[in-house]
C-alpha cells in the first residue's frame, strides 16, 4: 500500500518506520526542507512530495502538523484524494478538527485519530520504531467515517502494535488535559520554578536525582507543539490547572502549618492512582 506522511517528526516519522517495516511504500511531506532532506536520509521515507501529488499517489494519508494547522491541512488533502482514499490524523486534541471538518464533502473519507505515544523529542531524527508497539490509539467519530475507512486505520494501527479505543470527541479532550496536557505543564513550571531558583545550572545536574529527571523529563518538549494543544483544548486545561492549583495550595498550607497528619492524608489519597490506573474506563469500547 502506498503510505503518505505529512509532517515528518517524531509521530509521523515513527508511524512511517513502522509501516515501512511491513512492507509499506511510504511517501513523505513537510514544509520544513531539512525535515525532508532528513527523512530521505535515514530512510524514514521513499519519496517527498507536494500535497496535490501525495494525494493522487497514496491510498492512505496520516497528517501530523501542529493541530491548529490540521484542519486546514486535511481539507486540503480531502479535496484532491479520490472518494476510496483516506486520511487519518494524530492531533492531540480532536475537539476543533472535528467541528472545522465537519461539513467538508468528504468527511466521509477522514478517521479522526489520536495514537497515545510519544518523547520529550522531536524531528525526524526523533522517530522511533517500535514507539506504538503496546500503546493505544483513540478513534473519535467513527460514525462520521465511512466504515472502510475506520476498517482500514484501525488494521494500520494494529499493524504497529497499538489497540484501538472508541471516544467522542468532547471526552477525548476532557481526558486529555488531566492525564496528558496537565502533566506537560506541570514538568514545563517545575523546570521554570527550580532553574529561577537554582541559577547554578551545573549544581542541578549535580544534585538531580532520578526521581526529579523523570518528573521534569517532559519540560524538554516542543514549545511550538505544546503552545499550540493548550491553546486549543484551553477550556479543558484552565479547569483542570485550577484543580491542580487548588491541590497545590493545600499542600502548601499543610506543609506552613507543619501538619504531617494532612500531608499524610494528602500523600495516601495520591497513592490510589494506581489503583485508579488499573480500574479507570473513559467511555471507550475495546476493539482489539
Known amino acids: ?28 511531506a513537510d514544509l520544513n526542507p531539512t525535515h525532508c532532506e532528513k527523512a530521505l536520509d535515514l530512510e524514514i521515507v521513499d519519496e517527498i512530495l507536494n500535497l496535490p501529488a501525495l494525494a493522487k499517489e497514496c491510498q492512505v494519508i496520516f497528517v501530523s502538523v501542529p493541530v491548529k494547522v490540521t484542519s486546514m491541512v486535511i481539507s486540503e488533502l480531502l479535496d484532491h484524494i479520490s472518494w476510496k482514499s483516506i486520511v ?27 495514537p497515545l505515544a ?40 494494529r499493524e504497529m502494535g497499538m489497540t484501538n479505543l472508541f471516544m467522542n470527541p468532547v471526552d477525548h479532550d476532557k481526558h486529555m488535559a488531566y492525564v496528558s496536557h496537565l502533566s506537560h505543564v506541570s514538568a514545563f513550571m517545575l523546570g521554570s520554578t527550580v532553574l529561577d531558583i537554582e541559577q547554578d545550572e551545573k549544581q542541578i545536574f549535580n544534585l538531580a536525582s532520578t526521581g526529579f ?12 507543539t505544546w503552545s499550540n494543544i493548550f491553546a486549543d483544548n484551553q477550556e ?12 497545590l495550595q493545600r499542600f502548601k498550607e499543610a506543609i506552613d502549618q507543619k501538619d504531617e497528619d494532612a500531608m499524610k492524608d494528602m500523600i495516601r489519597k495520591s497513592n490510589e492512582i494506581k489503583r485508579a490506573l488499573n480500574g479507570m474506563k473513559y467511555n471507550v469500547v475495546k476493539l482489539s
Open 1 to 28: 500500500m502506498n503510505i503518505g506522511i505529512v509532517g515528518i517528526g517524531l509521530i509521523g516519522g515513527s508511524i512511517a518506520l513502522d509501516l515501512k517495516a511491513n512492507g509499506h511504500k511510504m511517501y513523505g
Open 88 to 114: 487519518v490524523d494524530t492531533g492531540s486534541t480532536k475537539g476543533s478538527i472535528c467541528s472545522d471538518l465537519n461539513n467538508h464533502k468528504k468527511r466521509s473519507r477522514f478517521v479522526a485519530s489520536h
Open 118 to 157: 510519544g518523547t520529550e523529542f522531536s524531528g525526524p531524527t526523533a522517530a522511533l520504531k517500535g514507539l506504538y508497539r503496546g500503546k493505544k490509539n483513540i478513534i473519535c467519530e467513527e460514525e462520521k467515517s465511512d466504515p472502510d475507512a475506520v476498517e482500514v486505520t484501525i488494521q494500520l494501527f
Open 213 to 224: 529527571q523523570s518528573t521534569v523529563r517532559l519540560a524538554k518538549s516542543s514549545p511550538e
Open 236 to 247: 479543558n486545561v484552565s479547569k483542570a490547572l485550577e484543580s491542580y492549583i487548588v491541590h
